[in-house]
């Protein structure tokens, strides 16, 4: 297994998953910090409970269950983004990275408790079954999902392909439960999605990229080829849509950045340990040689996927439309467990190239526009401050000069923050109903491109 640093965005499953470099920490945590008296006293508290519950709770509780919720526990009380995974999970989170699977499909993630689908994914069981946006997973199997914590529930979904499974669904506006039988199979996350789209300027390239796994940036460089050579070189500009792509592989995120940009710094990282921050900056070799780029954000848009949009808006290669994004602003690293899975820790923070961390504030979007028209929807607004033990912004609202910023287009001020009431219901399928994705089309054929150069790749 190659190790790498990376970005996971806790709470959201299917994508956001992280990678880390592992003997450093470990040897560090094991050769220099030995606890002390207090630490000792505690785990004899610790000990003390434990042999307590073993002995007198109801039922004689497994002991690797007590320990497993315990570590736990403990992870959980330091940031959103720490956690212990068990054999079963570390290899879930491995074979998560590679883009492929055996199970049903579903994005989803847990709120208030409830165990509730983000977005099938297209040509999947889930999709094909019906299930919708919003729907909330109350059974797996006839077993409640309340109180299930999300790993566990992802891990009940998961399976061989061939095998059955049943869930029960309570959806808005249906008032009895939705039972779904559905056959699992191998699921081909197909991270990268694009076409040839039409504006006033000219072909524009759509390019969707829905997660940063091992392969988003081969698969970028590949989308854009094509679309080049489907527009017979006559692209005017491109859309990159980030929205409700809650982050992954940091290493991706760097190299994605760096597809698009020429010079500048991308991100960097800082930790308790100075010896251990880095930073990143572009090579030269901008594959679009300059094409104005617009990128679609919003309150999904999180972790590796706001180091791409900070990159290149802080480096004025491209315009940011959509709303503010999700504010993941911290790095975890992986630590293997010999046979007993995984430690998933918090080891740093990261910073754009204005020098500002952007946990818990995310990045602003150059052009403010909503998808819907009632913006308040408390489920769409969930964002980094909204989680139990999520870190302070360590940089405030100070940000070091950047380049000034050039003049946003003219047509950038006749460009609605909401839909008209009249607007069309959103339908995937049909690019016309999607008001961001039409607002970016309208201010992108009125940009003129950054610098016209010979990519060097």
Same mark, same amino acid.
């Given at each position: ?89 570390? +290899? ?56 299930? +914590? ?270 008209? +009431? ?36």
């Amino acid at each position: 297994m190659r190790l790498r640093s990376g970005l996971m965005l806790s709470g959201i499953f299917m994508a956001g998953l992280a990678l880390g470099t592992v003997a450093q920490p470990l040897s560090r945590a094991m050769g220099q910090a030995a606890p002390d008296n207090s630490t000792y006293q505690q785990l004899s508290l610790f000990g003390d409970i434990l042999t307590q519950v073993k002995q007198n709770y109801v039922v004689d509780p497994p002991s690797d269950k007590l320990v497993y919720n315990a570590v736990n526990g403990m992870l959980s009380g330091l940031d959103p983004h720490s956690s212990y995974m068990n054999a079963q999970q570390y +290899a879930d989170m491995q074979v998560q990275t590679t883009g492929q699977f055996g199970g049903l499909g579903l994005e989803v993630t847990q709120t208030s408790g409830l165990l509730k689908v983000i977005s099938p994914i297209d040509d999947t069981p889930g999709a094909r079954a019906g299930i919708k946006p919003g729907d909330i997973i109350v059974e797996i199997n006839g077993q409640s999902t309340q109180g299930l +914590a999300l790993d566990d529930a992802v891990t009940k979904m998961r399976g061989p392909a061939g095998t059955k499974i049943t869930l029960t669904i309570k959806r808005n506006g249906v008032t009895t439960p939705v039972h779904v039988t559905l056959t699992r199979e191998i699921i081909k996350i197909q991270d990268v999605k694009s076409k040839l789209l039409t504006s006033s300027a000219g072909p524009v390239g759509y390019i969707r990229l829905d997660s940063f796994d091992e392969n988003g940036d081969q698969h970028i460089r590949n989308a854009v080829a094509q679309l080049m050579k489907q527009a017979h070189g006559n692209l005017h500009g491109y859309i990159l849509d980030l929205r409700d792509n809650p982050g992954g592989l940091l290493d991706q995120a760097v190299a994605v950045s760096d597809d698009f940009l020429n010079t500048g710094e991308i991100v960097s990282t800082h930790g308790r340990h100075s010896q251990d921050d880095q930073v990143w900056y572009a090579q030269d070799g901008d594959i679009t040689n300059g094409a104005p780029i617009v990128i679609l954000t919003n309150a999904g848009t999180a972790s590796a996927a706001e180091i791409v949009t900070a990159a290149l808006q802080q480096n004025r290669r491209a315009l940011v439309l959509g709303t503010k994004t999700f504010g993941k602003g911290s790095v975890q690293t992986i630590m293997p467990i010999d046979n007993a899975g995984a430690l998933r820790l918090t080891t740093a923070l990261y910073f754009t190239p204005s020098g500002k961390s952007i946990q818990g504030y995310g990045v602003t979007p150059d052009v403010t526009v909503s998808d819907t028209a009632t913006p308040d929807d408390a489920f769409a607004q969930l964002r980094e401050t909204n989680l139990l033990n999520s870190f302070t912004n360590p940089t405030g609202q100070n940000n070091m000069p950047l380049p000034p910023a050039p003049p946003l287009p003219a047509v950038a001020a006749s460009i609605p923050s909401k839909p008209p +009431a009249t607007w069309p219901a959103f339908d995937s399928a049909k690019p016309a109903t999607d008001f961001q994705l039409q607002m970016a089309l309208k201010l992108i054929a009125d940009m003129t491109p950054v610098r016209t150069v010979a990519s060097s790749n």
